[in-house]
């Protein structure tokens, strides 16, 4: 059951924000929408997969389509923040119902160079081409009348970026719910200090911004969250309130120590390097997920 928040714009210049919570893989997607122009955007939308059965399915995506549909909105951007290790994006499947053209950040490119060389895919064109936009710090974009920018936000991923629209903030894997803190660093290219320069910049936003995370595991067994504020999370994050950088990133390097990797990297990663492209169909008409044995530390019995 798919867990629907609406948050409301509070002034003139700002947006609409409507969550929907997965709790298969704890992901929030979101819907931006400009209350004036009836324009939106989508940001980090899930495609269902079941890694026991090997299915995939749009239920997910479906329904952000028909939100929009419902609310008689416009689809003008799909947006991914970075690449996904914990589920597939639906950014391709969304772009061929809708047209609306994808995005994400340009730093994607390092991203693919990586797990290129992972993957053992010599021919893989590591240059961007699957998404219509490559954005770089500093970019701006519209929605309607709405204005929003992009932050690069490395750390948890060398491709990471922020998406500021009006006074809401979408900053993916960096920070979490306050009760549940900060996002690893451990991934092939991550960075605890650079995660940190991260949430320090997005912690220079206004004290009133909106922040709206990528995920949230429920800590205690509580209802799903997702919407906080910078003040909130300068005063409250376990992780960072009253915590210099040395303590930060001790902090962070030994909690990764102790996680194990997501059960979805290695099949994520290969469609979201990809845009959300799915593997081409072989001979007999099926689908495969090429994974890599002995490629990354982590595993369950370390």
Not at 192 to 198: R, T
Not at 211 to 229: I, K, N
Request: hydrophobic share 35%.
């Amino acid at each position: 059951m798919v867990t629907f928040r609406l948050s409301q714009s509070r002034k003139p210049g700002t947006p609409d924000v409507a969550g929907f919570y997965d709790p298969r893989t704890f992901s929030v997607q979101y819907i931006v929408s400009d209350p004036q122009t009836s324009a939106c955007a989508i940001i980090d939308p899930v495609l269902d997969f079941d890694e026991k059965s090997g299915a995939t399915a749009t239920h997910h995506a479906d329904e952000l389509l028909d939100y929009i549909q419902r609310e008689g909105l416009t689809l003008q951007w799909i947006l991914d923040t970075h690449p996904h290790a914990d589920h597939f994006s639906a950014a391709h499947y969304l772009k061929e119902k809708s047209g609306a053209p994808t995005a994400i950040g340009g730093y994607v490119r390092d991203v693919q160079s990586l797990w290129k060389d992972i993957y053992n895919w010599p021919d893989f064109p590591a240059d961007g081409r699957q998404w219509d936009q490559l954005f770089q710090a500093g970019d701006e974009f519209r929605i309607g009348s709405l204005s929003g920018h992009v932050r690069f936000s490395p750390g948890h991923t060398l491709a990471s970026v922020t998406y500021v629209i009006g006074d809401a903030a979408f900053v993916h894997d960096t920070i979490f719910q306050p009760d549940f803190g900060t996002a690893r660093a451990d991934f092939p290219g991550g960075s605890a200090h650079q995660l940190w320069a991260s949430i320090r910049d997005i912690l220079s936003l206004p004290d009133e911004t909106r922040l709206f995370t990528g995920h949230d595991y429920r800590p205690g067994g509580r209802e799903p969250e997702w919407e906080s504020t910078v003040a909130e999370q300068r005063t409250r994050n376990k992780h960072l309130a009253g915590t210099s950088e040395a303590q930060y990133v001790a902090m962070r390097e030994q909690r990764d120590r102790e996680l194990p990797m997501p059960k979805l990297i290695l099949p994520a990663l290969q469609v979201n390097t990809c845009g959300g492209q799915l593997p081409e169909p072989e001979s007999n008409g099926k689908r495969y997920l090429k994974i890599p044995l002995d490629a990354l530390d982590g595993a369950a019995w370390d």
